[in-house]
């Protein structure tokens, strides 16, 4: 079981936290440890992204291997994305949402990414689940290409963060969510996504690798997918891995 007493290895630069969880997942560390580092030279997200991680942000990776089928693993990038939210509300009062399925935003701002990998090995089934917060860079610090769409913490609150406090408090969350998850006694899971996604009601744009259309975001289905209605009134079920949805201007 997770908590925030477990085993919190920190490092100064990496390619990945998410790379380096694995390192430790292949041999044979126990479900809890948290991976962090202070600087990313290979960050990345969901479909081969990259995820700039200059100094300053928080990254870190989270071991975990639930004995869940696979359609209800895939919910626990949800589950982390509502524990980022869940944690910016509380501690720092701001006004973040779930953008479906693994980014965090502020007043449209990307504030944070999630990254849910897995695999099967002689070592057990494993999924890591990476996050990358942006904390104390200045919005002009931040790529050229993002800073219309990224965003900083502390743009919003004005003053440092201290990492290792905000990781402290976001594993607090995680693990008052995670617990009930896996013993199959969370029943809210999909509730609370449904509070926090900001896209629900919404016209967006969905990207596939087969089609580009509008859409309106109507649901969460029980499996964790986005629900959307195209505008001859059929229904479809998105799943993360293969698509990605843009709100409209």
Partial sequence: MITIENQIITVEETTSTNDLAKHYAKQGASEGLVITAKRQTQGRGRRGRIWHS???GLYFSILLRPKLPPTETAKITLLAGIA????????????????????????????????????????????????????????????????????????????????????????????SHY???????????????????????????????????????????????LIVEKPDGTKHKLLAADVTVRRQS
Wanted: cysteine-free; glycine content about 8%; hydrophobic content about 40%.
């Fill in 54 to 56: 200059q100094t300053g």
């Fill in 84 to 175: 980022v939210v869940e944690t910016l509300r509380e501690h720092y009062g701001l006004a973040a949402e779930l953008k479906w399925p693994n980014d965090v935003l502020i007043n449209g701002k990307k504030i944070a990414g999630i990254l849910t990998e897995g695999s099967i090995s002689s070592s057990g089934n494993y999924i890591i689940v990476g996050i990358g917060i942006n904390t104390n860079q200045p919005a002009p610090t931040l790529p050229e290409p993002i800073q219309p769409t990224a965003g900083s913490l502390v743009e919003f609150i004005n003053d440092p963060l201290d990492n290792q406090v905000l990781l402290q408090q976001f594993l607090a969350r995680f693990n």
């Fill in 179 to 225: 617990y009930p998850f896996v013993q199959g006694t969370h029943l809210k899971l999909l509730d609370l996504v449904r509070k926090y996604t900001s896209l629900l009601g919404q016209e967006v744009l969905v990207v596939t690798d087969q089609a580009t259309y509008r859409a309106q975001a109507l649901d969460i289905a029980d499996n964790g997918a």
